[in-house]
């Protein structure tokens, strides 16, 4: 089970950059699919969004990095904290994001139609339990 999950995991993340290169979007890479997943539209510290990403905190400012020089993101001063920055999608990054997630919405919908809204559900129902049982133990691991 654990195979399949893996196997869907990449399966949506490459096509998500495939679907970014056929609006013209080239020079998204696969690394970025961290960001974008990490990142709320009220923004959040780049140290918070590697910690949810699972990766160090200098790939995840490499990434954002590239993210600025192609206009997607951009950084400001924390008002909470001089030193720190807050990651935010630029107007740019918010139409991208924006046409990135109604794919979500259209693959979503295509699972329904192929797989069956029932099916879907309970694929949906039992991942979210996985995800619950996955978090509970880590909490009681603490």
């Not at 979007?25 to 009220?42: M, Y």
């Not at 030193?83 to 979500?104: D, P, Y």
């Not at 991942?127 to 880590?138: D, H, M, N, T, Y």
Request: aromatic share 2%; hydrophobic share 45%; charged share 35%.
């Amino acid at each position: 089970m654990i195979g399949v999950v893996a196997r869907a995991h990449r399966e949506l993340r490459a096509d998500m950059i495939r679907e970014a290169h056929r609006r013209g979007d080239i020079q998204i890479k696969p690394a970025h699919n961290d960001v974008f997943a990490t990142l709320p539209l009220e923004g959040a510290r780049a140290s918070d969004m590697a910690a949810r990403a699972g990766i160090t905190r200098q790939s995840m400012g490499e990434i954002i990095r590239e993210l600025v020089d192609l206009d997607i993101l951009e950084m400001r001063a924390d008002p909470t904290d001089g030193r720190a920055k807050i990651v935010t999608f630029s107007e740019h990054g918010l139409e991208f994001t924006r046409r990135g997630m109604q794919h979500i919405l259209d693959l979503e919908q295509r699972f329904a139609d192929e797989l069956g809204a029932e099916d879907l559900e309970t694929a949906r129902r039992v991942l979210e339990g996985i995800v619950e049982i996955l978090e509970a133990s880590s909490l009681e691991a603490e």
